[in-house]
């Protein structure tokens, strides 16, 4: 790209978007490494907007600027870890003679109430990590490294939220319902950045857990015994509850009483949609919102495919 004559701007934020008669005129850049920076302007004719989905400053400015933004559902819950050895049993069986790599799962649930319960990012021999990217809240995700060799496995489980559980009449009504539950986690895990952690017996049965069973939470910096209970919304874990108990049904061992909780996943996919058009710009001409910030794609390679498609717009007009 750079042979190409692309430059790259780093630690270089947009903070403005100068807009006259509905289209882009430039973008308002500063230096986030440096104190006081001074504003610098770019003019361009088309900006593509992927700001991924944690941008929640910019959703804000984006907003004041009459961008047309929709609250859009998404999900929340946990990360639910158990041992590796466990998820192989169930799924490989007892001592396989092959060599096998380490298990997988996918399982989803439907309740009753209209709500539906699914495992999401599954992170074989993997981490529970830690993803908040502001101040006082905690986030989490999973990874693996490429050996996948680690003692548990963990993933995302996860129960559908929509625009009427937010409570809000704003567009940007789920971040802030995301965010508000970010800080409970914060504030359970005790204010230093230790995530609130529960053995799943303990959540069914709504006490704080007092110890750590079978299995080990990976999360760093630490964790804080705890009870997710008193920070989720009831149907968020109700959900939980059925929904894992359902899928020890399906797989040995998931809703052991020591599989571990580690809270709160709130990020599994944009809480807005910035809307665009057939040829995917913006009600603001030239902005092209892009991945899995404005709501067109979730994961790493429907993101990058999204790009590709806002640059072959951009080169179909020019
Ligand atoms: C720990 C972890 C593990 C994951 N594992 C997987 C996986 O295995 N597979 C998978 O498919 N997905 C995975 N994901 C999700 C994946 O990272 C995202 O779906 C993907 O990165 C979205 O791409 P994007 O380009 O839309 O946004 P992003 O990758 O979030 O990029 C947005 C960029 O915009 C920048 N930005 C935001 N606002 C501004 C501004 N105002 N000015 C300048 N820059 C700005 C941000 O700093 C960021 O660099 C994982 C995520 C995490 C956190």
């Given at each position: ?5 692309a430059?790259?701007?780093?630690n270089t934020?947009?903070?403005d978007?100068?807009?006259?008669n509905?289209?882009i005129?430039?973008?308002l850049?500063?230096?986030v ?6 504003i ?10 992927a700001?991924?989905h944690?941008s ?8 004041t ?6 609250p ?5 819950g ?5 041992l590796q050895?466990?998820?192989n049993?169930?799924?490989?069986g007892k001592?396989?003679?092959l ?6 799962y996918?399982?989803a649930y ?9 495992t ?7 981490v ?9 809240t905690?986030v ?11 003692i ?5 489980v996860?129960v559908n939220?929509?625009?009427?559980d937010f409570?809000s ?10 965010k508000?539950?970010?800080e ?6 005790g204010?230093?950045y230790n995530a609130p952690v ?7 049965k709504?006490?704080?857990s007092e ?10 910096p ?7 209970n ?5 149907f ?5 509850k059925?929904g ?5 049904q399906?797989?040995?061992?998931f ?5 571990i909780?580690?809270g ?5 996919s944009?809480?807005i949609q910035?809307?665009r058009?057939?040829q995917?710009?913006s ?5 092209y ?11 790493i390679m429907s ?10 717009s951009?080169?179909e007009?020019?």
């Open positions: 790209m750079i042979k190409n004559g430059t790259f701007l780093f934020k947009v903070v978007f100068n807009i006259k509905n289209k005129i430039s973008l850049l500063k230096k490494n440096i104190n006081n920076s001074e610098e302007e770019m003019k361009s004719d088309f900006v593509i907007l700001i991924g944690s929640r400053d910019t959703f804000e400015k984006l907003y600027k009459n961008f047309v933004i929709k859009k559902n998404f999900s929340v946990v990360r639910i870890e158990h050895s466990w998820i049993e169930a799924q490989y001592n396989p003679n060599k096998l790599p380490p298990a997988e996918k399982l439907h309740s009753n109430t209209g709500r539906s319960c699914y999401f990012c599954m992170c074989p021999g993997g529970v990590i830690a993803s908040s990217s502001e101040k006082n905690i989490t995700n999973g990874m693996s490294n490429f050996s996948r060799n680690n548990n496995s963990n993933s995302a996860l939220v929509t625009p009427e409570n009449d704003s567009p940007l009504g789920g971040m802030y319902f995301q508000n539950l970010e409970k986690a914060f504030s359970l895990g204010n230093n529960q053995r799943f017996e303990d959540f069914i709504n006490q704080k110890f750590i069973g079978l299995v080990k939470p990976s999360y760093l630490n964790i804080t015994l705890s009870n997710l008193e920070i989720l919304p009831d968020i874990s109700d959900t939980l059925e894992i108990l359902y899928f020890g399906k797989l040995k061992n809703s052991h009483p020591d599989s909780l580690t709160l996943e709130t990020r599994s944009s809480p910035i809307l058009n057939e995917l710009f009600n603001i001409q030239g902005v919102p892009c991945g899995e910030g404005a709501g067109y794609a979730g994961g993101a990058a495919v999204d790009g590709i498609k806002c640059a072959i951009i080169l007009t020019i």
